[in-house]
C-alpha cells in the first residue's frame, strides 16, 4: 500500500490564484516525520518544511502554508497569490520510527503550473 | 544551502560499458542516500548508507553497487550499462533520520 498518496497528479493554475497540494500519509507509528519539496524542472529537490507527528501547529513562511492534520493524516500545502516561479514538481515524504527514520517515502509528486 | 555534488550532471554512453556515478557532501552527514527517478515522476530508494563501510540496499532493486570508504563520498557504479538504466539518479544525505534529507543536482544518464 502507498505510504504517501498525492492524488492530484497535475494542477494548472493562473497566477495569483491560490493553490492547496494534497498529501495523505499511512503510518501505524505514532512518531513520524513529514517533509515537503521542491523540483524544479532544473531536476534538485529543494527542501521546504519538515513537521514531526507531535506537532500539529500549521506553519506559515511567506507565500506558504502548511496544514498538519492528524486525524485526517493529511499534511497539505497551500500557496498564496501564486508566482510563474511557483511551477515546479511537488513531493510530499515520510519518514517512520520502525525505519529508524532511515528511508523517505515518497509520493508520486503533483505538477504545478502556473500560468502568468 | 546544502553542499551535495554530484558528478557527471549528464552522461550518454552505450550499452555495456561501466560508469560510475560520483556523489560528494562537505556537511560530515552520516547518512546518504541513491535515489532513481523518471522526469517528474515518483522516487526510489535504491540504496543508502549509515556511514563508513555501511551499504544497504532500497525499496527499488538495482543492478548498481555502492561503496561508502569515506564520509563525504558515496560513488554509484553499474557494471554493464543497459537501456533500462536510463534515468535521472539522484543522491542525498542527511545529519540524521530524523533531519530533512539534502540533494544533490542529480545525474541524468542515457544508454543507448
Known amino acids: 500500500a502507498q505510504k504517501v498518496t498525492q492524488a492530484q497528479t497535475e494542477i494548472s493554475v493562473v497566477e495569483k490564484e491560490d493553490v492547496t497540494l494534497d498529501c495523505v500519509y499511512e503510518t501505524r507509528d505514532t512518531t513520524y516525520y513529514l517533509f515537503w519539496y521542491k523540483q524544479p524542472p532544473s531536476g534538485e529537490l529543494v527542501f521546504l518544511i519538515r513537521r514531526n507527528s507531535f506537532d500539529e501547529q500549521n506553519e506559515i513562511s511567506g507565500r506558504y502554508s502548511w496544514n498538519f492534520q492528524k486525524s485526517t493524516s493529511s499534511f497539505n500545502f497551500t500557496i498564496t497569490a501564486s508566482q510563474v516561479v511557483d511551477s515546479a514538481v511537488y513531493f510530499c515524504?515520510?519518514?517512520?520510527?520502525?525505519?529508524?527514520?532511515?528511508?523517505?517515502?515518497f509520493g508520486s509528486g503533483t505538477k504545478l503550473n502556473v500560468k502568468p | 544551502e546544502a553542499d551535495i555534488y554530484q558528478t557527471p550532471r549528464y552522461l550518454v554512453i552505450g550499452t555495456g560499458k561501466k560508469i560510475t556515478l560520483e556523489c560528494s557532501q562537505t556537511m560530515g552527514h552520516d547518512k546518504m542516500y541513491w535515489y532513481q527517478q523518471d522526469p517528474g515522476m515518483e522516487l526510489h530508494l535504491i540504496h543508502y548508507s549509515y556511514g563508513v563501510n555501511s551499504t544497504e540496499k532500497g525499496d527499488l532493486s538495482s543492478e548498481s553497487t555502492v561503496s561508502r570508504i569515506r564520509t563525504e563520498h558515496f560513488p554509484l557504479t553499474l557494471e554493464s550499462a543497459r537501456p533500462s538504466h536510463t534515468s535521472q539518479y539522484l543522491c542525498?544525505?542527511?545529519?540524521?533520520?530524523?533531519?530533512?534529507?539534502?540533494f544533490g543536482p542529480g545525474t541524468r544518464l542515457t544508454v543507448t
Open positions: 542525498a544525505s542527511s545529519e540524521l533520520g530524523t533531519s530533512e534529507q539534502y
Open positions: 515524504a515520510l519518514s517512520e520510527a520502525r525505519d529508524n527514520f532511515n528511508k523517505f517515502y
